[in-house]
């Protein structure tokens, strides 16, 4: 049976570790929460099974190891879709992995489809600026193109078996729209969606991963030295707390830097992420006319309300 309130977990789990399932106990009933809710959703669909982009990473990992258990092995595809060199390792990390898992895994390389649309569509729509007064800008633009062919390709497998994408993003990536809108941000369920990262640690160690896996540095993978930490500008183990605070909580900035002792440029650096990328986690809005959808921020403004 459906459970149709997505904060179960967090209604009927008592935290023994501060605000974060990192127990034992909560941690099995995430699992058993996240496992039923996979398998509830593939029906729903009345689809075959799922499709995971497998980067090697504890995420997309942990999320393909969630649908094992869900909807069986038969019924996970697993694609590993490297697109540079420096990924290649860790797609080979995915491969063994889905090998263990016994499921059906495909790789498939993008970077010819990536230099096509480099030498076809980028080159054409190069700003005046000189690419050299922004040298990561074109890596970041060239990342989020990369992010869109694995959702293109995702979606093509999807479309041609029946199945349905899991996406693989945490609610700390989600919060601070730390992901490619419509790339690796577009997927039909977000299995991990409501752990943060401390969280996704704590259960990919939880059911055994490979530490090989879960003490890997967290990484978009855009560029051969990009790390989450400093992208953002901070680790997860102190993003996380803060985020909580300020979300869940609903605690001023102030407020919660003056409990967690952390660098209050870091910590409004962070909350301007979080609020500056609320269009990512909205769809997108219409203006409104006669009722129909539309955007608050117009009510009021137009005679055909
Ligand atoms: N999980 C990961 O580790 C992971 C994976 C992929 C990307 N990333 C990171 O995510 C980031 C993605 O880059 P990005 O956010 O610049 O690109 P994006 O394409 O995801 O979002 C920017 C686009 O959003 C739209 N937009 C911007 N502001 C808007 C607003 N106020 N209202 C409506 N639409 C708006 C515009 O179309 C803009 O081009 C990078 O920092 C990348 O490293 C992380
Ligand atoms: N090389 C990759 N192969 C398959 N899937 C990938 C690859 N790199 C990224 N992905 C997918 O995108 C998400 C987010 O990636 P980050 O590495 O966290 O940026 C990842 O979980 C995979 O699903
Ligand atoms: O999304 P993944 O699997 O690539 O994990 P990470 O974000 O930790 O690199």
Redesign the pocket.
Known sequence: MRVDSKTFVYQSIEHTNGPFFTDRRSLEAVRDRIVADIRATVADADADGVV????G?I??TLTTALAVEAVGSDNVLG?????HMT?QA??SD?HTIAEGMGIDFEEIQLRPLLEVFDETVASDLEPEIEADDRPNERNHEIGNAT?RL?MLTAYYAANRQSRIVLG?ANRSEWLLGY?TKYG?GAADAYPLGDCYKTEVRALAKHIGLPRRIVSKE????FWATQTDADELGARYDVIDPLLYRLVEEGRSLEDVVAELQIDRDTAEEIASLHADTEHKRATPPTPGIAGRGGDERLEGSDALE
């Open positions: 995971v982009a497998m980067s990473g995420d997309s694609l590993g879709l490297p697109c990924e860790h797609v995915a992010a694995r693989t992901f690796d967290p990484t978009a993978g």
